[in-house]
């Protein structure tokens, strides 16, 4: 997956400028930054939820010219900030949704066999992503009574029941105890070569532990970007974000 | 006592009617958070076109099928082509659509079919039958059942059981992330209009027989009474509507019965305040408390 040049304009405020930027296949590629870099503009554009004023993005050396419903075919899932589960539909079903069966709506509304097939395999699959994630017990649940950590493994297993091949974890850090974000990093690890990551994240700690590389954005552009050590050793990501952390 | 078995039989073959109307309401306040207030005037737009295909051809059957296809071919029409230009700024701007759409549906059949009441047909008899001396429900009162009974299993098959089902509600709870998962919202969006209407064209059929008959205003007290059931039911329940609707059909009888039929509209209205005082959120609001 790579991008060139992208910018985004919001009006008079420049969101993102000539960002470019190249996740190689099976790594993971951190994207951090203070607050208001436009980390998330940066996947809002990769997602198709924003147009980009300027620039290209190319996918498995395709032209990339996403929409966001058209994502998980090209083997593209994400998650939110926060949890972002759906109020009304149990931790199962939750998971099921983002496996979109490709059930046809007659046969659907017919049960014909064919459907009710695909819908076991559906809800197979989405079973075995939570027992995987050693929260089967929770499959009843709504996201209301789910503990948060628990929330946000039910929105990971969400995003990788399709089987990505590209995954963009937005802060999934975010609010997690250290017991947890360990848990966390032990997965992304077993992502690892089958499936890119790009992680948008402010905990350094994992952000140094996990990815392979990791670019660094302020005001909207790439102020460094290099092994995760090179990063930690840069002056100019101290002064703009490590400094100001600290 | 035989006037209570009677009564009770009658208002709940009417109130299945209910049932089905303030369904596709709750299917479409789910799908759109729009109260369709054009679903009457649609679904007696889907019944003309049964009038019209069953006086040309002589079969009813004929007729209910292109209600149906009549009726959801509207709902696709009415989302696509008015409602999804429709400002989401204020929820006033739908109402005022829908509105609109009442009065140019209503005046358009006018046009077509002329004011007058026209009497329409039923494929079985209303002749009540004889259970133990007493007259409780005709062969037309069972088809109702029957209908409605249909429609609310494969409506709560579809939302529990398919995929469909699946993408259309989380398309409803979050249409941003449901797109993010690869669901087609707009799509969703667009079947929930035509399963809606569909389910209203087909409460349009079964109950304007045993009405005055077909008139371009003759759904206009079943919207309101079924609108008030779904309230009842707390609006985004769709257990909640069909149970409202049973219960509301229910009171209207006995209160048709014993008080007399001009009290009835009265009643319903009484029933809508009565709920609103005492639970806002409707009887089956547990649903929603679990949503938040």
């Known amino acids: 997956m790579e991008l060139h040049g992208i910018g985004v304009r919001f009006g008079g405020l420049v969101a993102l400028e000539d960002v470019t930027l190249t996740a190689t296949r099976g790594h993971v590629l951190g994207i951090i930054g203070p607050n208001g870099a436009g980390k998330t503009t940066l996947f809002n554009v990769l997602c198709g939820l924003i147009a980009p004023s300027s620039g290209s993005m190319t996918l498995d050396g395709k032209p990339l010219k996403p929409k966001p419903h058209q994502l998980t075919r090209l083997g593209v899932a994400r998650t939110l900030q926060g949890v972002g589960l759906f109020p009304g539909m149990t931790a199962l079903e939750n998971v099921m949704a983002g496996a979109t069966g490709s059930a046809g709506f007659l046969s659907a509304l017919l049960g014909l066999p064919s459907s009710a097939r695909s819908e076991r395999v559906l809800r197979e699959s989405a079973r075995a992503r939570l027992d995987e994630f050693g929260i089967a017990a929770y499959e009843k649940a709504y996201p209301a009574t789910l503990p948060y950590a628990v929330g946000k493994k039910v929105a990971l297993a969400r995003a990788l029941v399709t089987r990505p091949r590209y995954l963009l974890l937005d802060e999934p850090a975010g609010g997690l105890s250290e017991e947890e974000i360990a848990e966390l990093a032990t997965l992304i690890r077993t992502l690892r070569g089958t499936c890119t990551v790009l992680l948008v994240e402010h905990h350094m700690d994992l952000v140094m532990e996990v990815c392979d590389e990791v670019t660094v954005l302020d005001f909207g552009r790439v102020i460094a970007s290099g092994a995760p050590q090179e990063i930690r050793d840069n002056p100019a990501v101290a002064d703009a974000y490590l400094g100001v952390a600290a | ?292």
Request: no cysteine; aromatic share 10%; proline share 4%.
């Open chain 2, 1 to 292: 006592m035989e006037r209570f078995a009677f009564l009770t039989f009658d208002g709940l073959a009417n109130g299945a009617v209910y049932s089905a109307f303030a369904l596709a309401l709750v299917l479409i306040w789910r799908a759109a958070r729009i109260v369709n207030f054009a679903q009457g005037a649609m679904a007696v737009a889907a019944a003309y076109a049964a009038y019209a295909v069953t006086s040309a051809t002589g079969s009813y059957w004929l007729g209910f099928a292109a209600a149906l296809a009549g009726g959801m071919a509207l709902g696709v029409l009415v989302e696509r082509g008015v409602m999804r230009f429709t400002s989401h700024s204020a929820p006033l701007n739908q109402v005022i659509v829908a509105l609109g759409l009442v009065l140019t549906i209503q005046a358009g059949l006018g046009m077509l079919y002329g004011n007058e009441f026209r009497p329409v047909g039923t494929p079985f008899s209303r002749d009540a039958i004889d259970v133990g001396g007493v007259p409780l429900l005709s062969q037309y009162d069972v088809f109702v059942f029957a209908a409605v009974l249909t429609i609310v299993l494969l409506l709560a098959l579809l939302f529990t059981k398919t995929s469909t089902g699946l993408r259309m509600r989380a398309a409803a709870f979050a249409p941003e992330v449901s797109r993010l998962l690869g669901v087609n919202v707009g799509g969703m969006l667009t079947l929930g209009w035509a399963l809606a209407a569909g389910a209203g064209a087909v409460a349009a059929m079964l109950v304007i027989p045993t009405e005055l008959g077909l008139h371009p205003h003759a759904m206009d007290l079943v919207f309101v009474t079924s609108f008030t059931a779904a309230v009842i039911g707390g609006l985004d329940s769709p257990p909640g509507a069909v149970v409202g609707g049973l219960l509301l059909g229910l009171v209207l009888s006995y209160v048709s019965g014993y008080l007399g039929s001009s009290v009835t509209p009265i009643a319903a209205f009484a029933a809508l305040l009565a709920v609103l005082l005492a639970r806002p959120q409707g009887l089956f609001a547990a649903s929603k408390a679990r949503q938040a």
